[in-house]
């Protein structure tokens, strides 16, 4: 049977593969993925498109894609004016006092000027010489500056709000515990998270074991207690994948009750936890490992600048921690050195790339841009959810090769050919004469670490990672060079880890896992990896709306950059000490007859040259703030 339909494009991944949704009531949400295809229209993540979808025993086995539809697309518009005959909109973040009028129904009484709604434009106008257009949607309590992540939600069709018969079932949810469990109340366990989190996934202990062992104690929210599988709390869940964290505000994939609540390690509450107890020896080896169910409450609620400044006094006695509290930091500390030793050794990969992170004020407006450093104590969390997670895939291998594998892959060959041709000497040589491998890169990182190249290389080596991704058979993990890995320790913000925390309790109580875990394992890890991918797509173009707000009222600064990408028609920049990326268009370079060489990725005219690593200074431009672009003009090479 053949079927045609509309579709909404959801995602397209580095291969050129698509996730898209059908349109259609009778199939709201049913979600189809279409293999890469040269003879498809090219298309881009929002479009709608006409489609062929054959089906077999009500199953979609193939989905052609045939044209692009072209129609009014909605738009988002701050409210101006309400009388009684008309409610007037400005587009939002239009310069050319873009106005539209809806007609006043009295339908939307709490419609207030100021507001943020989505309309759509219709063809015919139910005023004279005036743009009309229909109103879809009324955001409350969003204003022009703290808008961005809703254009997100709206371009990539994100679920942001719970279906009632989910807050129903979360309202009934049986908070009692009669299940055995081991109880670690009486340990100093802590956790240790970001300054504004709310959702604490994991708590952490450590202490000697036999004089020259390291007993180490991962405890994490045992969610899979509270949302049983199949039930709508599960079911939708699935649908999400995984939270949403945008720069102010979070989309989490279970409903607060229990993200920031229930499931939430907050300190001093009693929580259950599913445990994994290792034993390392003294190098840090580990011995063994043991998973169990557990209730903690945690001793200690830190932050990683607590940590931080825990390591800088060398975990000096505080009156305002406990001794037991501050030995156990300590100790997570010792254990985290021997374990980095080991991920070095290993060729974990060790690339020196730092986070974007937007500043607001009080009232949440956005300040500036700021690049956030990676700490000693944010390397400790990381280094033990590793472990932890490298145990529950050993763990499942046991019993099932069929597991939710996070898999890295190598990156490939066109990839590395790409980095030979752009990196420079003498790191290409490196590349052309040796087998590609994590610690080959962390030799040519740390050859370069004091050159001007630095950035620039740890940038290159990132562009030619392949992408991480879910996958139900077991293809290693390149970038922590580990051959066994699943997701464990975030059961409240990924989905993936669920699944793994249900496996681990089949094989805690029956000594098994059950053939309805092995069940469309490899349509779910497809599934969780298009919502993830949507999710880092939707905070990076808020970041970027955000970085073009903020540089909007700094037209002809000047900031000093670096290339980081060159192509046929301009060059990218990264500027303000690597804080934000700009584009500078051919047609402002200077005058030139320019050759581009695809393969080094460079620009060459008769008096100028641009490459990859160049120090330009650059100035402002523009801005599309909707867009989150930055069009910079070039000023000299420094």
């Known amino acids: 049977m053949i079927k045609n339909y509309l579709l909404k494009i959801l995602d397209i991944d580095s291969d050129g593969n698509t996730t898209a949704k059908i349109i259609d009531k009778k199939l709201r949400n049913t979600e189809v993925f279409i293999p890469y295809n040269k003879q498809n229209p090219v298309i881009k993540i929002g479009d709608t498109v006409s489609s062929l979808i054959k089906y077999k025993k009500k199953r979609i086995i193939n989905t052609k894609i045939l044209k692009k539809i072209y129609a009014p697309k909605p738009f988002f518009a701050q409210v101006n004016e309400i009388s009684s005959k008309f409610i007037k909109i400005k587009k939002l973040f239009s310069y050319n006092n873009d106005y539209y009028f809806i007609k006043n129904d009295h339908s939307h009484e709490n419609l207030n000027v100021g507001e943020i709604l989505k309309a759509s434009e219709e063809f015919k106008s139910n005023f004279k010489n005036l743009k009309t257009c229909k109103l879809e949607r009324v955001y409350k309590g969003f204003n022009s500056n703290n808008f961005f992540p809703m254009l997100e939600i709206n371009e990539l069709n994100i679920i942001d709000t719970f279906p009632t018969k989910v807050l129903k079932e979360v309202e009934k949810i049986d908070i009692s515990n009669t299940d055995k469990r081991s109880d670690l109340t009486n340990l100093a366990i802590i956790t240790i998270d970001g300054d504004d989190a709310k959702d604490f996934d994991d708590a952490v202990f450590v202490e000697k074991y036999k004089s020259d062992k390291w007993k180490v104690l991962v405890s994490i929210a045992d969610v899979s207690h509270y949302v049983r599988e199949n039930s709508n709390l599960d079911t939708h869940a699935k649908e999400r994948g995984n939270s949403i964290y945008f720069p102010n505000f979070v989309i989490p994939m279970l409903p607060e009750k229990l993200s920031n609540d229930l499931c939430s390690l907050k300190e001093n509450k ?5 445990s994994v107890e290792i034993i390392l020896d003294s190098e840090g080896n580990k011995l063994s490992h043991k998973f169990f169910k557990s209730t903690i409450k945690s001793a200690k609620r830190f932050t990683y600048n607590d940590v931080n400044n825990l390591i800088k006094t060398k975990f000096k006695k505080n009156k ?26 290993r060729g974990a990969l060790a690339l020196k790339i730092s986070d974007t992170k937007i500043l607001f004020d009080k009232k949440g407006n956005p300040l500036e841009v700021q690049k956030s450093k990676q700490l000693e104590s ?16 050993e763990e499942l291998q046991k019993y099932s090769s069929d597991n939710p594998y996070r898999i890295h892959e190598r990156p490939k060959p066109e990839k590395i050919l790409s980095l030979i041709n752009c990196i420079g000497s003498p790191y290409d040589k490196l590349l052309k004469n040796n087998n590609v491998t994590g610690n080959l890169f962390n030799k040519i990182i740390e050859q370069s670490s004091n050159s001007k190249d630095f950035i620039k290389i740890n940038e290159l080596i990132l562009r030619s990672q392949s992408q991480a991704r879910y996958h139900n058979e077991n293809k290693g993990h390149f970038g922590l060079s580990l051959k066994n890995y699943v997701h464990f320790t975030s059961p409240i913000r990924r989905y993936s880890d669920l699944i793994v925390h249900r496996k681990l309790t089949q094989i805690l109580e029956n000594n098994e896992i059950n053939q309805a875990y092995k069940n469309n394992l490899n349509e779910t890890c497809a599934h969780i990896s298009s919502t993830e991918r949507k999710a880092v797509i939707a905070e990076r173009n808020t970041i970027d709306r955000y970085i073009a707000l903020i540089y909007s009222s700094k037209n002809e600064q000047t900031f000093s950059g670096e290339v980081i990408s060159v192509k046929s028609f301009g060059i990218f920049v990264k500027f303000d000490n690597h804080k934000s990326e700009g584009f500078i268009p051919k047609r402002l370079l ?33 801005t599309d703030i909707l867009k989150g672009k930055i069009l910079l003009g070039y000023c000299k090479h420094l």
Do not use: W
């Not at 390397?379 to 490298?390: F, H, R, Y």
């Open 270 to 274: 009693l929580r259950l936890t599913l």
């Open 378 to 393: 944010h390397q400790i969390i990381e280094e033990l959810m590793i472990l932890a997670n490298e145990c529950a895939a």
């Open 320 to 345: 305002s921690i406990n001794d037991n509290i501050l030995l156990n930091a300590k100790n997570l500390y010792q254990v985290y050195k021997k374990l980095k030793n080991k991920s070095s050794t």
């Open 590 to 622: 200077p005058k030139d007859h320019y050759l581009f060489n695809e393969k080094k990725e460079f620009l060459k005219g008769k008096s100028n040259f641009f490459k990859i690593g160049m120090s330009l200074l650059v100035n402002i431009k523009e």
